[in-house]
């Protein structure tokens, strides 16, 4: 039996597209083959669909809606910046107006979560080149300590506060006291999980602060996927319907996944049929040295990555249906400020705080009730996920946890 080439279909076959019928198929999607000009319209007609609240629909003087483009210079977040800019200057060319304003946010963080890409300032200077309608705003994760309504309300403590109580941005440099705090982690795991909640958060609130009525992420279904698990795995299941699917988050802005149908190897090939190609401005993160699946150092989210990185190539619809049934899950249907976790902004249901409530303790139902009460009282209010990460979390950071 012939190999498979790069597209998914064997050497030498001569297939039409199943679209067109027209042109010979060079691309594998699934169940179909297509030819370049249909795979291209495919990944584009799915993304455009999700931003069909964008559309410019008649002629006004009002200035445009601002969105926000959460930029990791992942292939999936650059394509989608590719697209974004194609519809915007399609809608320009009709219509002489767009339907938003797209600010683009990258967050500088690889110093925190692995190995520095020195790629990564020249990849942004290609970007702005390439698509320069659209605004840029490059931050270093620290500075997530300039948006206090992004970490609570004022005077309640902060996500690096609670880790160590003592280190404070006013006692040391931002930068500092972000490595000594997740330095006080107690694990890999609950290190890479906070750096994530701080990325996020950073994103809302210069979000917030810009006047975006929206964000827009560039997680494809296998990212979703991951994240679905990870967040699972870690106890944070319940946030689910706000970090994966389309709709107001409990932050006060507006998600959107327009890649949420597409897989990532779809996205990569996507990537390499545009004019130019894509590549010359993606940055892969650069990962570590590999270890053991068993090794304390591999965190959950790459077991999550690794799994659906194997799965993805010979099982599409397994990745795609963790998605699709995720979907199905519903979000709370009101969000009280007084019960959100003072670490990830996420609603916490009355009785499901911290660890104690989900250790099993066989305690009575009003003792347990008035007890959570008070602890409430004095203190803030953390997720079972969030409280797993800031566990042991105190004293010195030892030598070999320092980043």
Avoid at 51 to 76: A, C, N, Q
Wanted: aromatic share 6%.
């Amino acid at each position: 039996m012939p190999g498979k080439t790069a597209s998914g279909l064997s050497e030498g076959s001569r297939i039409l597209c199943a679209r067109c019928q027209d042109t010979l198929a060079t691309v594998s999607v699934r169940a179909e083959q297509l030819c370049r000009d249909c795979f291209m319209n495919y990944v584009g007609s799915k993304v455009m669909k999700r931003m069909d609240g964008y559309k410019v629909r008649g002629l006004t003087k009002e200035r445009p809606r601002k969105i926000l483009l959460s930029l990791s210079l992942g292939v999936s977040s650059v394509t989608l910046l590719y697209l974004l800019d194609q519809q915007l200057r399609i809608q320009m060319e009709r219509t002489s107006q767009v339907g938003y304003e797209l600010h683009v946010l990258y967050v500088k963080d690889e110093e925190f979560v692995g190995p520095v890409n020195e790629n990564v300032l020249k990849s942004i200077d290609l970007i702005k080149t390439r698509f320069p309608l659209h605004k840029y705003t490059t931050m270093t994760l620290d500075e997530v300590y300039r948006y206090p309504s992004s970490l609570g309300d004022e005077g309640s403590s902060t996500a690096t506060t609670l880790i160590q109580p003592s280190i404070s941005p006013t006692s040391s440099s931002p930068i500092e006291c972000l490595r000594l705090s997740l330095a006080l982690l107690p694990s890999l795991s609950a290190r890479t999980d906070m750096i994530h909640i701080l990325r996020t958060r950073l994103v809302v609130g210069f979000a917030i602060d810009a006047g975006c009525e929206s964000i827009i992420w560039g997680d494809s279904t296998t990212r979703l996927a991951e994240r679905i698990l990870a967040e699972t795995a870690k106890g944070r299941g319940f946030s689910i319907p706000w970090q994966t699917a389309d709709g107001l988050s409990p932050h006060g802005i507006n998600y959107i996944f327009p890649m949420r149908d597409m897989l990532r190897k779809e996205i990569i090939r996507y990537s390499s049929l545009t004019n130019p190609p894509l590549s010359e401005v993606v940055v892969e993160k650069l990962r570590s040295p590999s270890s053991s699946v068993s090794s304390k150092d591999v965190t959950i989210d790459q077991l999550m990555s690794q799994y659906f990185e194997s799965v993805e190539l010979n099982y599409p619809s397994i990745v795609a249906n963790v998605v699709r049934t995720s979907g199905k899950l519903k979000p709370a249907s009101t969000l009280s400020p007084s019960s959100l976790c003072c670490i990830c902004s996420l609603p916490v249901a009355n009785g499901t705080q911290g660890l104690h409530t989900w250790g099993g303790d066989q305690e009575n139902t009003t003792e347990a009730s008035s007890s959570t009460s008070a602890a409430n009282a004095t203190s803030e209010i953390t997720c079972y996920g969030c409280s797993r990460s800031v566990e042991r979390s105190t004293g010195p950071p030892r030598s070999e946890d320092r980043p």
